[in-house]
């Protein structure tokens, strides 16, 4: 059974940094793209970053672009996203996903696999 786990989710203030992390239990986790979405209380699940395959091509919403870092560790099957200078506005539960075409899609559609959520709150 495929599992994906976030961590490294909690509360900051505005300014301040978090580090998420996705631990993905795929065997074929180089093989996929990985993506982080977020979920607002009363809105949509919305795109936030995605990395390819290989790690070499990266894509980011236009709202956390310059502030946020995406990366993954294909020998640890793990993906990362580093938070810097956050807003309130960020404040949301944040999903983990794979998408096995490898390539740096944005849409939910396109991501077979999902985490739990990890939630992130940034006061201000």
């Known amino acids: 059974q495929v599992q994906l786990v976030e961590s490294g989710g909690g509360l900051v203030q505005a300014g301040g940094s978090l580090s998420l992390s996705c631990v993905a239990s795929?065997?074929?986790?180089?093989?996929?793209?990985m993506g982080w979405f977020r979920q607002a209380p009363g809105k949509e699940r919305e795109f936030v970053a995605a990395?390819?395959?290989?790690?070499?091509?990266?894509r980011y919403a236009d709202s956390v672009k310059g502030r946020f870092t995406i990366s993954r560790d294909n020998a640890k099957n793990t993906q990362y996203l580093q938070m810097n200078s956050l807003k309130p506005e960020d404040t949301a539960v944040y999903f983990c996903?794979?998408?096995?075409?490898?390539?740096?899609?944005?849409?939910?559609?396109?991501?077979?696999?999902w985490g739990q959520g990890t939630q992130v709150t940034v006061s201000s």
């Open positions: 996903a794979a998408s096995p075409g490898g390539f740096t899609v944005t849409q939910r559609h396109e991501y077979y696999y």
């Open positions: 990395i390819n395959s290989g790690g070499g091509t990266t």
């Open positions: 795929l065997r074929t986790f180089r093989r996929n793209a």
